[in-house]
């Protein structure tokens, strides 16, 4: 039988400002560097994961947009660990490739970290989420130039109609030299935005 997809909420993060369902619920000062707004937003949500400033840029605004989407939405626990993570950006880990490469350009002075290398691949960012929230679903993360929301309801779509997932969070999650957008959104069989290529391209160009 063909099963429908709704949103159930959906989360913007850029220009320092959080927007949930389309109303801001953070806004901080325009000029403050992401790893500032990132560990203000942090403490505002009341949040206890030390873990959280051992990741790189792209991993925390990874986490802190799915922490506003899962947070304020009720799935039962055996549906929460099998939701899917379905994300994709431009930059891949450039950001954190930059950051490894300076550690090892000078021989004189080389010091390679693990701490840094480990960030080097975009699909960590799902795996730290996944931690958080105990989430062992199916998991996909795409580069490619621009947001393809036609990919995104199609793969969507598919986990629904072949009973991989009840839940996706789907999304596009870009960070490159402070440079940063998360577009988050929750996908089910029932929510309160009918899912459609259409909906999903209008609210990703919201604000």
Known sequence: MKKNQSVIAYCHIKNNAVTLNGNTVLLKDSQIPFAKFSKQVYKEKGLAYPKFFKMDNLSKLAFLAAEFLLENNTINPKDKENIAIVLSNKSASLDT???????????????????????????????????????????????????????????????????????????????????????????????????????????????
């Open 97 to 207: 490739d930059r950051r490894h490469q300076e550690t090892i350009n000078d021989i004189e002075n080389y010091y390679p970290s693990p701490a840094v290398f480990v960030y080097t691949l975009p699909n960590i960012a799902i795996g730290e989420i996944s931690i958080r929230h105990r989430i062992k679903g199916e998991n996909a993360f795409f580069v490619s130039n621009n947001f393809n929301e036609k990919l995104m309801e199609q793969y969507a779509l598919s986990l629904i109609q072949n009973e991989k997932s009840k839940h996706i969070l789907c999304g596009w999650v870009d960070f490159d030299d402070d440079n940063y957008h998360a577009f988050m959104y929750l996908v089910a069989e029932e929510g309160d935005y009918n899912y459609s290529q259409e909906f999903i391209k209008k609210i990703y160009n919201e604000n």
